[in-house]
């Protein structure tokens, strides 16, 4: 038996995924092509403060116990320090990031946040797809079924699963979600069932109507 990336992947995908269509967000609200009255910038505040935590929480998992797991498991096969200095290189723009956020909240000015929320859409994107080519061979060959155990429960633990089934349902393809269906037996379906509706409505609140129909 291997280690199961998928969560992982679908994890990261949503990270990526979320980047990318808030940057998109805040240019079309700063140039006026789409409105948020208070309720709505709220929201959107209150999503970019989530999204940042997840972020963060991700790669401080990464960092105290996946790091450890490789090194120990996979030695001189690889060097960590590159994916190490992206983590600290992102810290400080989800810091400024979430501030802008709560500035936002209240001004409904989204200008500020458009060049900071491009920048992670691309940091993220490139640290990503770096990790996963480097990364995914080394953990598969190396790396023991229930070292990677523990790590998935670092990186799921403080998780909400009310927004993070929903999420990973939002962003695995057809086929994948099957897989997650078989991994995680009924209970998904039943969660799913219980958390999809007001996953739903958020992601319509923040990205517009047409989202997570
Ligand atoms: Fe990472």
Wanted: hydrophobic share 45%; proline share 5%; charged share 25%.
């Amino acid at each position: 038996m291997t280690p199961e990336l998928l969560g992982f992947q679908i994890a990261h995908r949503a990270m990526r995924g979320e980047a990318r269509r808030l940057s998109v967000l805040a240019t079309e609200l700063a140039e006026g092509r789409q409105s948020a009255d208070t309720n709505r910038a709220g929201a959107i505040s209150a999503f970019i403060a989530r999204m940042c935590a997840t972020i963060h929480h991700h790669h401080m998992s990464e960092d105290e116990v996946l790091w450890p797991v490789i090194e120990r498991s996979a030695g001189a096969e690889v060097d960590l320090r590159d994916l190490s200095d992206d983590h600290s290189a992102l810290d400080p723009l989800l810091a400024e990031i979430n501030g802008q956020a709560t500035t936002f909240a209240s001004t409904g000015d989204a200008s500020p946040l458009v060049a900071p929320l491009a920048r992670l859409a691309d940091m993220l994107d490139e640290h990503i797809e770096e990790e996963e080519r480097l990364l995914f061979p080394i953990i598969t060959k190396y790396v023991s079924v229930a070292d990677w155990k523990r790590v998935e429960h670092a990186v799921r633990k403080g998780s909400d699963v009310r927004v993070e089934l929903p999420r990973m349902e939002e962003y695995a393809g057809p086929e994948e979600l099957a897989r997650l269906r078989r991994l995680a037996g009924p209970m998904l379906t039943v969660m799913l069932s219980l958390f999809r509706g007001g996953y739903r409505r958020r992601q319509r609140l923040v990205f517009g109507p047409l989202a997570g129909a």
